[in-house]
């Protein structure tokens, strides 16, 4: 897909990681959409702020009726709330399900054909290394991540006839406020993940593995499950 030229509806575009997906897509020539819950807190210059809150279906038809000629869908609104599954709030867990895998998939839903009407196009879902590693500590995002990740696959098969593309992009630590608490070594800078996602677009990879933490955790799924030690 060339992004010359595409119009771009970009969640969570108001900061971090989304902040740089719709920046850059302005430099290349694309019409963008930064949506977010509050829109007046979209400052990107050149993108045009539009209110979606990906947890509130409502307003995904209306930013979908809104964005009439988009031809490309990123989800990238997501949350952590560091909860475990089975010590963690139920409140929680729903919550960072919702946002990470319901969000998407009814955006996703209200999006396909408005970019299928355009002429087609591409969804690209922000995802991570968790969706194939789950670390106790981590459990609930994990499991919203990994059920995103089946989202892609499967919506990937069925919007294919319908001149949609599916991407998914998996990194680990990118240097966000999410991650604030984690040494900068381990840190990838986010402007450069937001570019290999746009040339991963461009190319119409089902994949796009950002950084060195998620091609070993990606190559070690054939790998059988450890017991826990004693």
Known sequence: MELKNAVA????????????????????????????RRPGTVDVPGVIPLRLDVTDEASIREAARVAHDATLLINNAGISTGASLIGGEPAEV???????????????????????????????????????????????????????????????????PRGIAVSALHVGYMDTDMAA????????????????????????LPEILADEASRYVKQSLAAAPQPDAD
Do not use: C
């Open 94 to 160: 729903r919550r960072e399900m919702e946002t990470n895998f319901f969000g998407p998939l009814a955006a996703t839903r209200s999006f396909a054909p408005v970019i299928e009407g355009n002429g087609g196009g591409a969804v690209l879902n922000v995802l991570s290394a968790l969706s194939w590693l789950h670390p106790a500590g981590l459990g609930s995002y994990a499991a919203s991540k990994a059920a995103a990740w089946a989202l892609s696959n499967a919506t990937r098969e069925e919007l294919a």
């Open 9 to 36: 509806v970009v969640t969570g575009a108001n900061r971090g990681f989304g902040r740089h997906l719709a920046a850059q897509l302005v430099e290349r020539g694309a019409k963008v959409y930064g949506a977010a």
């Open 181 to 204: 608490g984690v040494p900068a070594d381990q840190k990838v800078a986010a402007a450069d993940v937001a570019a290999q996602a746009l040339q991963g677009i461009e190319a119409g």
